[in-house]
């Protein structure tokens, strides 16, 4: 999601934006699954039951997906990648009617008219292949997008409890309380990680990714204006 945004591919999806997202970094789900390996080996009662942990995010510390879209968008304009097709834009949606349009309009639409050309010039085409390998993935997240659950985590606070009271030291490294996280920062490094690793953007090209930001912004409100003139000539000719 995060990558096809940041290329100025993905520009509507499916969501509930007031929705708590229940997310959880893996660093986190990772440390849980330690510390309670380490509490069931050496602390629990012979044949006590092996306890669930709802590792989750919603009950203690909640981010919508309102939120992500939000602070998501203002780090790819922040951090933006060299290998964008164009401005990233669009919103999440609430109807799946408007979504279906605006995926014909502003997903399907520009992926054949850019490998029409492509043909045309005799080159590979490449963008209808991306789109419908990102719209498959969106999909695939769709139920989790327009969905909510309230999940309780009391033997997560209380696996903690036991760490703390066992052998607190280990705090610095297992350490799984999700409570002091910053979303807003989270998120940063999250794009940030995404332009590295993901898309292979090397850091030193940052400065040089802005200034292209720049341009296709400006070639966005170019295209934007010869849409709204082309419309109304349209209009005025019926």
């Known amino acids: 999601m995060v990558a096809g945004a940041a290329t100025g591919v993905l520009r ?11 997310i ?18 050496t602390q629990a009662k012979p044949k006590e039951m092996m306890p669930i942990y709802n590792v989750t995010s ?35 949606k ?13 997903h399907y639409a520009p992926a054949y008219l850019v490998d029409l050309i492509m043909t045309l ?18 999909e695939a997240l769709q139920f989790f997008t327009t969905n909510q659950w309230c999940w309780t985590n009391h033997n997560l606070a209380d696996l903690r409890s036991a ?19 910053d979303w807003k920062s989270f998120i940063d490094h999250y794009v940030l990680g995404t332009r590295h690793y993901v898309l292979k953007n090397k850091p030193d090209t940052l400065h040089s ?9 400006l070639l966005h409100f170019i295209v934007q204006i010869a849409f709204a003139v ?8 019926f």
């Open 12 to 22: 509507t999806m499916l969501v509930k934006r007031e929705n708590v997202a229940d």
């Open 24 to 41: 959880i970094p893996v660093d986190v789900a990772i440390n849980v699954m330690i510390v309670a390996a380490w509490h069931m080996a």
């Open 58 to 92: 919603g009950s203690s510390n909640p981010i919508t997906w309102g939120d992500i879209e939000k602070w998501a968008l203002k780090s790819i304009y922040e951090f933006p990648v060299d290998t964008a097709l164009w401005y990233p834009g669009g919103s999440f």
């Open 94 to 106: 609430n109807f799946a009617v408007y979504d279906r349009v605006c995926r014909y309009a502003f």
């Open 121 to 138: 010039l005799r080159k590979p085409r490449f963008l209808r292949k991306i789109v419908f390998k990102m719209t498959k993935a969106i």
């Open 163 to 181: 760490l703390v009271k066992v052998d607190p030291k280990s705090l610095a490294t297992f350490d799984f309380d999700i409570k002091s996280l």
């Open 209 to 217: 990714s802005r200034k292209k930001m720049k341009i296709l912004h």
């Open 230 to 237: 082309f419309i109304y000539y349209l209009f005025m000719s």
